[in-house]
């Protein structure tokens, strides 16, 4: 089954993106390529309270995801 994402609502969409910033800048951390004040700071970055709050729960799912 597929899924085509260009047809989601901007507001889905903006959610699959801030999951995606979340995971990679999780990976980055745990590689060494970031430190880990670039998550904070990234969070601040994000002026929509929902749309921090659902960032800060992507990095913490990734955080355990990848053991950081």
């Avoid at 507001?11 to 970031?34: F, H, P």
Wanted: proline fraction near 3%; hydrophobic fraction near 40%.
């Amino acid at each position: 089954m597929s899924h085509n994402l260009a047809l989601l609502p901007p507001d889905e969409k903006q959610k699959i993106e801030l999951d995606k910033q979340a995971a990679y800048s999780v990976w980055q951390v745990k590689n060494a390529l970031a430190e880990r004040s670039v998550l904070a700071q990234q969070a601040r970055d994000i002026s929509d309270e929902n749309e921090r709050a659902h960032f800060v729960d992507c990095v913490d799912k990734y955080s355990k995801i990848m053991g950081l």
